[in-house]
């Protein structure tokens, strides 16, 4: 089947009502052709989604410069709705999501609905389900959110997402199950933004390299035991918790005893982060939105655009630091849980936090829940994604091509499909694929975690398997966004 590239794709798309684009299946073969975005195949998804009666939730979106103040540094940024992160959103599973998005930057932009399984045309990628916003303009977008759990929203333009651009997404189980007493969203980031090189001089620092990369390239920085290399390529000033740095650190309240629910997102763009909370150990229930077998650790290292939910009980009266150590750069955003009459001042140290020494949360420690459980099963098709590059160039390939003009993965609706991720770089990658919830295997034949975005370390071979059931146009890549705009991305295409 001849490949269909994107800007050909795109070129089609546009011309053709439905979004179809016509690949021939080479000389005389039958004809196979792309779901477009808003393929026939896309809307009957979305209306089989679609309940009587859902409740539709209406969000005024705006992306717009804003000047923000981080513990006394005044620094510009871009930042939905005037807030850093981005107002939280919540819906409940089944319910209508409609976003006006108002693009007031002096760029392009879009919004990707970070692992929502919702309908192609939606998914915010630019240039595979959408033009971009442009500056100046507006899009709407609505669709269905089908299944409960932590999420988020960011731009998928260029390095847009290492901005201020955030927000968590929270989508309420109508059958909650509960065990908790109070909910606490902890958004943690990476931010140089108005403080340090922009984006786009330090990825051209990347490409020159003159960064961070260059330096561990050549055997001389830091790396992370857990993650078998350096935990990223640039160096931050600082690191955020819900916006904040350390010296103003967010102060989160709960009483002595209570069942906390942490949902830990990290939207950094390139920085993964180890997490603990002083005194507490952690007990992890979801991933990416997902429910798994419960686990209890002390520390989880969560890697970019991957979410965690974890319960505490909280030990007593006291100020408990929340510890997110930038994995493999050393520098931490810091919360803090007060409890009782305490005083909100951060122990001393909290890096030190012997939870952070502790027993570490591994993949293979996650077992998806019976309800998520996707079944043995033997797939229709079975890719190999080969991760290279970074090297001459900061090109980073997926199956040793740049960008996505290499070629597709093709799947058809219905097929249950395995990818087998093989890194050849020195660098850990937190893959994401877009509309999806996968299922990682483990090696010891158990049912592995549901995620959208999952770590492969150096040198591994990690396996997954997911259901081809939304059809349409879907981005996987990095979700270190250099990385993404440094080559490694491409598409998982629906025929039919
Ligand atoms: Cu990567």
């Given amino acids: 089947m001849e490949p269909i590239s994107r800007r050909r794709f795109l070129a089609l798309a546009g011309s053709a009502s439905a979004g179809v684009v016509l690949a021939s299946c080479g000389r005389g073969g039958p004809r196979a ?7 026939a195949e896309v809307l009957r998804v979305e209306q089989a989604r679609r309940r009587p009666g859902a409740a539709v939730v209406d969000l005024a979106l705006a992306a717009a410069p804003l000047t923000v103040d981080l513990a006394g540094l005044t620094a510009g940024t871009w930042a939905y709705n005037e807030a850093v992160p981005g107002p939280e959103v919540r819906v409940r599973a089944g319910d209508v999501l409609r976003a006006r998005f108002r693009n007031q ?19 915010g990628a630019a240039g595979v389900t959408q033009e971009p916003v442009p500056a100046g303009g507006e899009f709407l977008y609505e669709f269905t959110v ?38 606490v969203t902890v958004v943690l980031d990476d931010w140089a933004d108005g403080v340090g090189p922009t984006p786009e001089e330090s990825f051209a620092e990347l490409r020159a390299g003159q960064g961070a990369h260059a330096q561990h390239g050549a055997g001389g920085g830091p790396t992370s035991a857990a993650l078998g290399g350096p935990g ?7 690191f955020l918790m819900n916006g904040r740095p350390p010296a103003a650190a967010p102060v989160f309240d709960a009483r002595p005893g209570e069942r906390l629910r942490l949902r830990l997102v990290n939207a950094a763009a390139d920085t993964p982060f180890r997490v603990a909370l002083g005194d507490h150990r952690l007990t992890v229930t979801h991933t ?14 969560i890697g970019m655009s991957e979410r965690y939910d974890v319960l505490v009980t909280v030990a007593g009266e006291g100020t408990f630091p929340l510890v997110a150590v930038a994995e493999g750069k050393g ?25 952070l020494g502790g027993r570490l949360l591994g993949l293979g420690d996650l077992q998806a829940a019976d309800a998520v459980d996707l079944g043995p ?14 090297d001459e160039g900061y090109r980073w390939t997926i199956n040793g091509r740049a ?3 290499g070629d597709p993965l093709s799947v058809r609706e219905g097929e249950r499909v395995r990818l087998s991720f093989e890194n050849r770089t020195t660098m850990f990658h937190p893959m994401h694929l877009h509309g999806h919830t996968f299922q990682v295997a483990r090696p010891d034949g158990r049912p592995g975690p549901r995620k959208d975005s999952v770590i492969v370390l150096p040198d591994q071979r990690l396996v997954i398997d997911v259901v081809a059931d939304n059809p349409g146009q879907w981005v996987l890549h990095c979700h270190n966004v250099f990385h993404m705009e440094g080559g490694m991305e491409t598409t998982m295409s629906y025929l039919r």
Avoid: C, K
Avoid at 232 to 238: E, F, M, W
Avoid at 377 to 390: A, C, T
């Fill in 377 to 390: 099963g033997q797939p229709d098709r079975d890719y190999r994604v080969v991760l290279g590059g970074g």
């Fill in 232 to 238: 990223g390529d640039v160096t931050y000033p600082l």
């Fill in 105 to 123: 930057l002096p760029e392009p932009a879009t919004v990707h609905w970070h692992g929502i399984a919702l309908r192609n045309d939606m998914d």
């Fill in 331 to 355: 520098n931490q955003a810091v919360g803090l849980i007060r409890s009782g009459p305490a005083p909100a001042a951060p122990p001393a140290e909290p890096s030190r936090l012997a939870e």
């Fill in 288 to 301: 990416d939105g997902f429910p798994v077998v419960p686990v209890t650790v002390d520390t989880v290292v």
């Fill in 403 to 405: 960008g996505l003009d």
């Fill in 33 to 39: 052709q792309a779901v477009g975005p808003g393929g």
């Fill in 146 to 183: 089908p299944d409960p759990g932590t999420y988020w929203f960011h731009p998928h333009v260029g390095l847009q997402l290492d901005r201020g651009l955030y927000a968590p997404l929270i989508v309420e189980d109508p059958a909650e199950p509960g065990g908790y007493d109070r909910e």
